[in-house]
């Protein structure tokens, strides 16, 4: 089946920093999306990107389609406490079909 | 508004022992999902339901049951449960179109000894 790489598995950084998270794909996909997970909860959606080149902004994240369809990324802006959590990327290969997740990213913001 | 109910919030199990995950949504929606979720893992799909009445299976669906008996409800069976079953569980839903955009539980978090 489809496997997502995504890294990095963890990253430590300071507040007000910038973060960078990316997921590479064996296959392409037709739909990348990027959730958050809050310590304790269960994944909600950040950003979904539907178009190969497509860049969308949410607030301090930005995330990209990659043009082969086979990546995407995911920056946040300025990070602050609330920011911490396990960024996970999902790909959809056609509409309706089911998700692949990546592995997550663990991120921790020190204040 | 409730969205995903699961339960219970967490449990501990005897090997061997059946258990029912519970799963509930208030939405609506045609699609549910398990997923589990374990360190370096990610989440990975146990079973699936398109709609009520049908079911499927995931990536990892070996030692695990669902039923679709309805809409609303989608529990999650682990008919003798072992230790390599410990982890946490979540159950997610999506609308019909599926763009992709999955509503998750808390989540169930099951240690088997």
């Known amino acids: 089946g489809q496997q997502l790489n995504q890294s990095p598995q963890s990253m430590f950084i300071q507040e007000g920093e910038d973060v960078s998270m990316n997921c590479t794909s064996s296959?392409?996909?037709?739909?990348w999306l990027w959730y958050k997970q809050d310590p304790g909860e269960g994944p909600v959606l950040l950003i979904a990107?539907?178009?190969?080149?497509e860049l969308t902004s949410n607030g301090r994240l930005t995330a990209q389609f990659g043009i082969t369809r086979k990546d995407s990324f995911l920056n946040i802006s300025a990070s602050i406490p609330s920011d911490v959590g396990i960024y996970f990327c999902?790909?959809?290969?056609?509409?309706?079909?089911?998700?692949?997740f990546g592995e997550g990213t663990q991120l921790t913001v020190n204040p | 508004i409730a969205g995903i109910t699961q339960a219970p919030t967490s449990q501990i199990l005897a090997a061997g022992r059946r258990m029912t995950l519970r799963c509930t949504q208030d939405?609506?929606?045609?699609?549910m999902y398990w997923y589990r979720q374990d360190l370096g893992l990610g989440l990975r799909l146990i079973h699936y339901?398109?709609?009520?009445?049908?079911?499927g299976k995931g990536e990892v669906p070996d030692g695990y049951s669902v039923s679709r008996a309805n809409t609303d409800d989608f529990p999650l069976t682990l008919a003798s449960a072992v230790p390599s079953q410990t982890s946490v569980y979540f159950c997610?839903?999506?609308?019909?179109?599926?763009?992709?955009?999955?509503?998750f539980g808390e989540g169930s978090r099951l240690t088997v000894l």
């Open positions: 339901s398109n709609t009520a009445g049908t079911t």
């Open positions: 997610a839903s999506s609308d019909y179109h599926n763009t992709g955009e999955l509503f």
């Open positions: 296959s392409i996909f037709n739909t």
């Open positions: 939405m609506r929606h045609n699609a």
């Open positions: 999902a790909g959809q290969e056609t509409s309706g079909s089911r998700l692949t």
């Open positions: 990107l539907y178009k190969a080149g």
